[in-house]
């Protein structure tokens, strides 16, 4: 999984959001590190909602202009903490051999 | 006011997007990047342009090899991604047995350029004799390899094979006659674009039939005979037919 989505998936696992909260909840969960930009968020929505992962949640219009909220599906869910274990073993697998003796780097 | 100017170019970007995307999420996008504008901002910055212009082509790109408003198109490139190659093959094959074999390489002007000069002395390499084979068999090799990875449905290979082909071609100055030069290079660019376009040579295999051989062993036929016609009566002085001799 690319990490604009494992951390759009991670966006909404905390509840629904719509397209611009996504952006700001990326760079807040990221450390300020990833900034996604508008077309690549929509492009990753995209192919998000054609993988069953995503889906609408609600629409309302704010000033004008469209809103909508998108939210994790079951397999979303899944698959983001499948993603989430595979990660951290990989990170615990790093820190054991970067430190063998088992302490706190 | 310059909001109102930003908001038309956005949506002259947005335009890049095919109909059905724009038509469902065009509107949710705009306020997205209008929320994302700076204050003063006046117009499009430059790295969302350049966003917004790569993400509308993959979908283009996306919507042509799977939307249901394409799918004529999709399985046509799909089908010729299949069936150019082997008409290629079919071509040469034809060529080899024809009496008269116009399908040889044509040693004459291009022969002895300073760049393959400096690929022979330095490497040593005669392009023309590559393992023990004449350009003409190279040729026909690369040929049959594009279209065999494209039988077994290897999009990326049969794309780098063909990269191959051409640059084996640029290297070695190969000339075949003029009719199948122009034919063969047209016909490896517009398979460079099916295989890349197309939902890809897997599909269009299940939707090729015998029928489809027989017009391609006819065309095949029909064009060595019409380069056999034209290189009777148009080729030009300085130009011989026959296996190329190493330079």
Known sequence: ?105 | MSEASLERSYRRLLACYPPHFRAGQGDEMLGVLMASAGQDQRRPGLLDTLDVLRSAAGMRLRSLRSGPENRGWADGLAMFSVLAPLFLVLSSLLGLVWPLRVAHIVVGRHAGTPARLVVEQRFGWNWHQLLGMSGFRIALTGQVVVAALVLLGLRRLALLAIAGSVVYWLAARYWIPYPLQLLTTSIYLLEAAALTVSPGPRHGRHLVNWGHGVVLLLAAGAVQASTLWIHRHWSGAGQQVGEAKPA
């Open chain 1, 1 to 105: 999984m690319q990490e604009a989505a494992f951390l759009i998936l991670t966006a909404l696992a905390a509840g629904s959001q719509h397209g611009y909260g996504i952006i700001t909840d990326v760079k807040e969960i990221s450390g300020d590190r990833v900034r996604l930009r508008a077309a690549t968020l929509y492009t990753a929505l995209d192919r998000l909602r054609a993988d069953g992962l995503i889906t609408v949640d609600r629409e309302e219009v704010v000033d004008n202009r469209l809103r909508r909220y998108y939210r994790l599906t079951p397999n979303g869910s899944g698959l983001l903490a499948a993603e989430a274990a595979r990660l951290r073993a990989n990170a615990d697998a790093a820190l054991r051999r970067l430190n063998p003796a088992g302490g706190v780097i």
